[in-house]
Nanobody
Framework: QVQLVESGGGLVQPGGSLRLSCAASGTIFSIRAMGWYRQAPGKQRELVAVITSGTTNYADSVKGRFTISRDNTKNTVYLQMNSLKPEDTAVYYC????????????????WGQGTQVTVSS
């Protein structure tokens, strides 16, 4: 069974930077889209950024500040967050829409456990 493990959250001052990582483990053959979502207290979960094999998309609120990337050799997706603002404070979740395994099995809509990002002075 495939699992997603996130790391890199923490407390940072406004204007600072953090880098989140999410590694998928298991007998993975390929991964389609990988993305990051976030959920602030009292708010719905929202898409932050998504990356496929050739394209990236970002929420308007993070464009120009956040960069999503992936390393297919490590089955890992990253989110570089710069110029952080207090409104970026949330639990950040990694998501994969589809994984195919060497056994010919597919797994869909997988989520990580979440990592807290707090932007505060």
């Amino acid at each position: 069974q495939v699992q997603l493990v996130e790391s890199g959250g923490g407390l940072v001052q406004p204007g600072g930077s953090l880098r989140l990582s999410c590694a998928a483990s298991g007998t993975i053959f390929s991964i389609r889209a990988m993305g990051w979502y976030r959920q602030a207290p009292g708010k719905q979960r929202e898409l932050v950024a998504v990356i496929t094999s050739g394209t990236t998309n970002y929420a308007d609120s993070v464009k120009g500040r956040f960069t999503i990337s992936r390393d297919n050799t490590k089955n890992t997706v990253y989110l570089q967050m710069n110029s952080l603002k207090p409104e970026d404070t949330a639990v950040y979740y990694c998501n994969v829409d589809r994984i195919s395994t060497y056994g010919g099995r597919y797994e869909y809509d997988l989520w990580g456990q979440g990592t807290q990002v707090t932007v505060s002075s």
